[in-house]
């Protein structure tokens, strides 16, 4: 089992950005793709990124690409989520999410996600 701490999440002005991580522990973490979901209020949570073993795929929401940047730190049993040029329509609850059925990362389903964290809030002011 895979434990997960995001940290990074806060208020911010629309335009700005924020960076989120994700810690992990248990399992080598270079063994399995990792994920970024966001649930705003009301709404089911939602695939935002999700990245491959090694870093070397990555994958995007529409709604996030070219502003979204997913990354990993296999040395620091860390991944990323770089979010810029900031909407209120990105307000939201973010969480990552370990797929440890997979290496390559292309999953975008929340059933593929065993391990979740508890969530960081994400406030974007107009």
């Known amino acids: 089992q895979v434990q997960l701490v995001e940290s990074g999440g806060g208020l911010v002005q629309a335009g700005g950005s924020l960076r989120l991580s994700c810690a992990a522990s248990?399992?080598?973490?270079?063994?399995?793709?990792m994920g970024w979901f966001r649930q705003a209020p009301g709404k089911e949570r939602e695939f935002v990124a999700a990245i491959s073993w090694s870093g070397g795929s990555t994958y995007y929401a529409d709604s996030v690409k070219g502003r979204f940047t997913i990354s990993r730190d296999n040395a620091k049993n860390t991944v990323y989520l770089q979010m810029n040029s900031l909407k209120p329509e990105d307000t939201a609850v973010y969480y990552c999410a370990a797929d440890e059925g997979s290496l390559g990362g292309s999953s975008r389903n929340l059933s593929d996600f065993g391990s979740w964290g508890q969530g960081t809030q994400v406030t974007v002011s107009s």
């Open positions: 248990g399992r080598t973490f270079s063994s399995y793709a």
